[in-house]
Nanobody, 118 residues
Framework: QVQLAESGGGLVQAGESLRLSCEAS????????MGWYRQAPGKQRELVAT???????NYADSVKRRFTISRDNAKNTVYLQMNNLKPEDVAVYYC????????????WGQGTQVTVSS
């Protein structure tokens, strides 16, 4: 079993930055893909960004050139640097990790709230 613990959410003004962190613990064995999803009020959960163990990244179009995902495999930690935050980025952000050879999210964190005031 893998546990994911997010941190770094909060309240910022539009144009400011936040950095989310997520540490994986438990029975960890070469997690293939880690990532971030978000869910805004009244909307479906959506992909924000993912990163493989080799560093290949994927981003939602809405966050490209503003958000950067990175990963420290030695620390089993994934980060999301969010710059130039916009009110439309307001959501609960969830950390995810795949299991086995699958690239799909299997483990989910509890979520951390990001709020952006205009």
């Amino acid at each position: 079993q893998v546990q994911l613990a997010e941190s770094g959410g909060g309240l910022v003004q539009a144009g400011e930055s936040l950095r989310l962190s997520c540490e994986a613990s438990g029975t960890i064995s070469n997690i293939n893909v880690m990532g971030w999803y978000r869910q805004a009020p009244g909307k479906q959960r959506e992909l924000v960004a993912t990163i493989t163990s080799r560093g290949t990244t994927n981003y939602a179009d809405s966050v490209k050139r503003r958000f950067t995902i990175s990963r420290d495999n030695a620390k089993n930690t994934v980060y999301l640097q969010m710059n130039n935050l916009k009110p439309e980025d307001v959501a609960v952000y969830y950390c995810t990790a795949s299991r086995g050879v699958s690239s799909s999210p299997y483990y989910w964190g509890q979520g951390t709230q990001v709020t952006v005031s205009s």
